[in-house]
């Protein structure tokens, strides 16, 4: 299978925050956040893998910024690793300021989306060639991010998990 890029997966929504997707304090409801970077990030796997994906795991998520009634927000999907048939997606979360238009970083989130087939069974995705300093930076921290979220979901045992082993030894 031919390597892509993680341009060739690059996906973004832009929308607004309509006053049925806030809290009591008028500012974005985290689940709707959470449903649209899911949205931007199957768009993404399922560009790198061109196969059905599933949302494996949400391995971070982090609520950074509120994102006030109002918001042009713009939620950016893009691979940032392919494994055997997982790939881990890294979404950035922008608000654009209504006045210079200038961008903010409001929220940023790590999944993990499974290609699989018409019964749901995992399949081969191409690898991926990261390029940009950025996506060779988290290309080479996916690994350890993937070992975390397998062994606290309970698939990994701590001692096999060589990479955050790693992390303390070195
Ligand atoms: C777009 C949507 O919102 S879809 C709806 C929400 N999601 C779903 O319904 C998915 C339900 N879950 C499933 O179908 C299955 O659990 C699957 C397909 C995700 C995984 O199936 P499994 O039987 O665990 O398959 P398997 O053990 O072979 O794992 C497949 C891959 O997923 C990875 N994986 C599984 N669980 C996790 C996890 N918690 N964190 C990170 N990676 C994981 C495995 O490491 C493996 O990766 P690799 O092939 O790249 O090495």
Not at 90 to 97: G, K, L, S, T
Not at 122 to 148: G, I
């Amino acid at each position: 299978m031919n390597s892509k890029y993680p341009k060739d997966s690059r996906t973004t929504l832009t929308d607004l925050v309509l006053p049925s997707e806030t809290n009591p304090l008028n500012n974005l409801f985290g689940g709707e956040l959470l449903a649209r970077m899911d949205r931007a990030a199957s768009i993404a796997a399922r560009r790198h893998s061109r196969r059905i994906v599933v949302t494996a795991s949400v391995n971070h998520v982090a609520f950074n910024k509120a994102i006030p009634l109002g918001s042009v927000v713009t939620v950016e999907a893009v691979v940032s690793r392919a494994f055997k048939s997982s790939m881990e997606i890294f979404i950035d979360v922008w608000v654009e300021d209504r006045e210079s238009g200038l961008r903010s970083k409001a929220n940023e989130a790590i999944y993990t989306f499974v290609a699989v087939d018409e019964t749901g069974a995992p399949v081969p995705v191409p690898p991926l060639e990261p390029e940009t300093d950025l996506e060779k930076e988290r290309y080479a921290a996916a690994l350890r991010r993937k070992q975390l979220s397998l062994v606290l979901a309970g698939k990994m045992q701590p001692n096999e998990a060589s990479e955050l082993k790693a992390l303390f030894t070195k």
